[in-house]
């Protein structure tokens, strides 16, 4: 709680200083009210849910005296609401074996902090845990992941940067399988500029992983890096029709004020957020806890 409430800062302050400005010494009206919205929307809710959040404040409320502390109360109540359906862990089924994950998201998102993350995690459990090297763009990337893997005790399969991705792909799940591994994560390349290289590389991996697993990958994990904000959205749109993505990381929420793109997404698309990092820290990436995370941005 400590770690997300400082982590959240940023976004916290912003809606805090905006309502207690807003609520103190005055009665709630349309034009508080309309003012509330666009705190909302510039802390990056979204219209919708700003002008859901603002109804619910007003309902009963009209020509009242509003201490800001209620206001600031109702809004976390309408933002848990918001994202109560979507918080939901990666189910790692102990009958699927291994569990393939794919995770995909943009250069800089955090995919392979997520990865090492989640493989200690794992490790943690009991659980064996393969990672596949398939950002073959980026000699770090692999180098990354390796590190990773010697700090996790996870196992990793790579080939040399430049190497087609679906091999590594390929590689890892042939080892995964060999050695009774519990789970195999598979880190990709994020090359959003260049969608249809991008699309065809994703769907060759998947092609591969079929061939030898039919029901695989049984999760596609997109990161998103809060701090491009509105951006997201367009990111959760791209790699959904690319990847079929099945559930999603948001980090770097301690950087930014712009945390509140967490509800904007959740709100529009439903998809299940399973993880979220609020600082660089392998324990700054939290499970997602929906009342936690409303109280935490309203401060
Ligand atoms: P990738 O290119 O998608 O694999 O991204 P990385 O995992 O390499 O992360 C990119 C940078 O963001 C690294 O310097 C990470 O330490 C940093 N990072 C990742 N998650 C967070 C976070 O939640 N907060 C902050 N402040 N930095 C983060």
Do not use: C
Request: aromatic content about 4%; overall charge neutral.
């Amino acid at each position: 709680w400590k770690r997300l409430t400082q982590g959240l800062t940023r976004t916290a302050s912003s809606l805090s200083t905006g309502i207690t400005d807003l609520f103190t010494k005055r009665r709630l009206d349309a034009t508080t009210l309309d003012d509330l919205e666009d705190i909302l929307i510039r802390a990056d809710l979204g219209v919708e849910t700003a002008t859901r959040i603002a109804e619910a404040v007003g309902k009963g409320r009209y020509d009242k005296t509003i201490e800001p502390e209620e206001v600031r109360a109702l809004v976390a109540a309408e933002i848990e609401t918001v994202l109560k359906p979507v918080a939901h862990p990666i189910v790692f089924a102990a009958d699927v074996k291994p569990f393939v994950l794919l995770m995909v998201g943009v250069n800089g998102s955090g995919k392979t902090t997520t990865i090492g993350k989640l493989a200690a995690t794992l490790h943690a459990q009991g659980k064996k845990v393969v990672l596949a090297a398939g950002d073959t763009f980026r000699a770090a990337a692999i180098e990354q992941l390796k590190v990773w893997a010697d700090r996790t005790g996870a196992s990793v399969v790579s080939r040399e940067p430049g190497a087609d991705a679906a091999g590594v792909a390929f590689d890892a799940l042939q080892k995964a399988r060999a050695d009774g591994a519990d789970v195999l994560i598979i880190d990709t390349a994020g090359r959003l500029q260049n969608r249809a290289e991008l699309m065809a590389e994703l769907e060759k991996i998947v092609r591969v992983i079929k061939k030898q697993q039919p029901d695989a990958p049984h999760a596609v994990v997109l990161t998103l890096d809060a701090t491009v904000g509105q951006n997201a959205l367009s990111q959760v749109e791209a790699f959904k029709r690319v990847a079929g993505v099945t559930g999603l990381v948001m980090t770097k929420l301690d950087g930014t004020a712009r945390g509140g793109i967490l509800v904007a997404i959740a709100a529009r698309y439903g998809l299940p957020v399973h993880l979220i990092g609020v600082g660089e820290g392998v324990d700054d990436l939290q499970p997602f806890e929906a009342r936690d995370f409303a109280r935490a941005i309203v401060g």
